[in-house]
């Protein structure tokens, strides 16, 4: 069974920045391109940024150069640094293999001062 968990949210000051996790269980996240993906309220799920079994990574327009996701697959985690947090990042975020249906209970960034 495929287990996700995502932490490393929380309460941040504009301008500040957070780290977060996923551990992935069940699978072995390096044969598989990962990406983080985030949902605002009463807006739909967005990707934010993936990375491929090799280390590419794209991101969308508005955290290129504010974020940095990376992956440790000996620890089966995939990670997400995220620089200059604005409120507009809030949301809940989830990482998952692109282009499948496994999702975490996700982890609440909220950005205010």
């Known amino acids: 069974q495929v287990q996700l968990v995502e932490s490393g949210g929380g309460l941040v000051q504009p301008g500040g920045s957070l780290r977060l996790s996923c551990a992935a269980y069940?699978?072995?996240?390096?044969?598989?391109?990962m990406g983080w993906y985030r949902q605002a309220p009463g807006r739909q799920r967005e990707l934010v940024a993936r990375?491929?079994?090799?280390?590419?990574?794209n991101y969308a327009d508005s955290m290129k150069g504010r974020f940095t996701i990376s992956r440790d697959n000996a620890k089966n985690t995939v990670y997400l640094r995220m620089n200059s947090l604005q409120p507009e990042d809030t949301a809940v975020y989830y990482c998952?293999?692109?282009?499948?249906?496994?999702w975490g209970q996700g982890t609440q960034v909220t950005v205010s001062s």
């Open positions: 998952s293999p692109v282009s499948y249906d496994y």
């Open positions: 990375i491929t079994p090799g280390g590419s990574t």
């Open positions: 069940g699978i072995q996240i390096s044969i598989y391109t």
